[in-house]
């Protein structure tokens, strides 16, 4: 049984960091594309960044430069190091992890995502 457990979220005043783990068990995070999302309630939820099998990563704009996702094969653990947090950073944050080895690792396929593994999120508050 797959289970990801998202841990790391909290408060931070504007311009601070935070880093987000996503330890997963009953699966592999070398072997697979995974991504963290986030959602502000009343909107859709958003992708923030992907990360290939291989280490490709790609992320939305608003976080280009601030934010960086990364995998510990050793930990079986995702990490989304999160720089120069802004007060719109605000949001729960999910970590998700794709059911099958593919090259397809989508960040704006909220569709496709549904269909994969889903860690509980974990909140990040950030004041101005």
């Known amino acids: 049984q797959v289970q990801l457990v998202e841990s790391g979220g909290g408060s931070a005043q504007a311009g601070g960091s935070l880093r987000l783990s996503c330890a997963a068990s009953g699966y592999t995070v070398s072997r697979y594309c995974m991504a963290w999302f986030r959602q502000v309630p009343g909107k859709e939820r958003e992708g923030v960044a992907t990360?290939?099998?291989?280490?490709?990563?790609r992320y939305v704009d608003s976080v280009k430069g601030r934010f960086t996702i990364s995998k510990d094969s050793a930990k079986n653990t995702l990490y989304l190091q999160m720089d120069n947090l802004k007060a719109e950073d605000t949001a729960m944050y999910y970590c998700a992890a794709a059911r099958e080895v593919s090259v397809y690792c989508p960040l704006y396929d909220g569709t496709w995502w549904q269909h994969n593994y889903w860690g509980q999120g974990t909140q990040v508050t950030v004041s101005s």
């Open positions: 990360i290939r099998a291989g280490g490709g990563t």
